[in-house]
């Protein structure tokens, strides 16, 4: 559901909403999701829209897209305690405003499935971010948003059959379903093309826990006969005992509320 409406929102965007860099008026600014005030250089006004994130530097009167991510929603944009700036803008990640060039720097652009929508952090700890999903979870970042982990802590591999799938999940399925199988992250692809497929989330924010283990293992070996995007794990070196692993693999990455869903239960967890 979120695809289509990005989808929906990318394409009236990438349709064109006035020139780039062009000044429009407030009545024409699109519809706002988030919005901060930053005081630097004097006050300017800061706005996440469903077509990127626009400026003003005449306390909203006026507005200027900003050439970052231009025609991409923009979903968040927060000023923190101690007066850092960040944007999550859709295919890009998350970004930090230099305030001496007032450009948007890039500063990770792993988080697969999930689209930020809010941002805290402190004067205390400033270099520890806290966020919240569009799936209403709340991640972490120790080092200023350059890598992020659940609130629970990072994963932990805790049994052997674990361990071995967590290796194999790196070898073979990371570069689709992202790290800690956070899912494929957004791309203008995935996005402008209703036919495309992209990697789904493993972990608890989609959709694998509605499977059982043999469903989940069958997938691997024989593929996805919805997309060649998704391969059989038996033409790449992956058995039977492999396919077992990652399953176990993936089951860690889920709560308990999962685990005790799982496959035809599910329905009664929605």
Known sequence: MLKLKLIAVLFFALAGFGLQGAEIPAGQLPAINDFAIVDNAGE???????????HSVD???????????????????????????YAFVVTLGLLELDPATNQWLQINNRFGGQVLQQLSSTTRNPSRLVARNHFGKLIVSENRGKDWQKLRGPYQARTEDEKRGQRTYVE???????????????TRQALTDKDYIMAPALDESAHAWHHTDEQLAQTIIEGSPRTARMP?????GISAADAQDLVAYIKSLWTQRELDCQGPKHMECM
């Not at 300017?44 to 626009?54: D, F, H, K, N, V």
């Not at 990371?174 to 956070?182: K, L």
């Not at 059989?232 to 790449?236: H, I, L, M």
Request: hydrophobic content about 30%; proline content about 3%.
């Open 44 to 54: 300017q006004y800061i706005a996440a829209t469903g077509q990127g994130l626009y």
């Open 59 to 85: 306390r909203g009167s006026s507005w200027r897209a900003h050439k970052t991510g231009f025609g991409l929603p923009a979903t968040m944009v927060e000023t923190t305690p101690g007066g850092a700036v």
């Open 172 to 186: 073979k399925c990371q570069s689709c379903h992202g790290v800690d199988g956070v899912g494929e992250t957004f």
């Open 232 to 236: 059989a794990g038996r033409n790449s």
